[in-house]
């Protein structure tokens, strides 16, 4: 078998790439939806970007939990309102993905007992970076990149 490529096969091969690279809309929304699917399930899963386990509860939380009457799961899951709140935006050259919930920066960068103000958080709070591109995510991504390159220059 014999493949031939002219001058004109690869002139318009570069014209299609330069043409899309000027708006990558497509390929960052894709990225966009794995990367919220891909947080939501280290959530669940409790485990941060480099898949280690989150920090455990406090007994400080346990006993605060208890005196409310709270049930809870693994830490991030009590209400499981952080992991359904996971949601990505994206334009030409650009995604972006995180939270609407109100305790998702404490959870991601932790915070010292009293330092939100009035008297909270009760205890001090370990960082749990839920956010983030694990290697993964690196793996993933990249085959997404090369996939949209692929479809561009066979269009």
């Given at each position: 078998m014999r493949v031939e490529i002219t001058e004109?096969?690869?002139t318009t091969g570069l014209a299609r790439v330069a043409a899309a690279l000027g708006d990558m809309s497509e390929p960052m929304d894709e990225i966009g939806q794995l990367m919220v699917a891909s947080t939501q399930d280290r959530i669940e899963a409790g485990v941060d970007v480099d898949d280690k386990p989150f920090a455990a509860r406090s007994a400080t939380t346990i006993?605060?939990?208890g005196k409310l009457g709270l049930k809870y799961g693994a830490p991030l899951n009590q209400s499981r309102r952080m992991r359904?709140?996971?949601?990505?935006?994206s334009g030409p050259d650009w995604?972006?993905?995180g939270s609407n919930a109100i305790q998702a920066a404490v959870m991601q960068f932790g915070a010292a007992k009293g330092s939100l103000g009035s008297g909270a958080p009760w205890g001090n709070i370990p960082a749990r970076a839920f956010l983030g591109v694990s290697d993964e995510d690196r793996t993933k991504i990249h085959e997404t990149i090369e996939e949209w390159l692929a479809k561009i220059i066979v269009r």
């Open positions: 004109d096969t690869i006993a605060r939990y359904k709140g996971i949601a990505h935006n995604m972006e993905v």
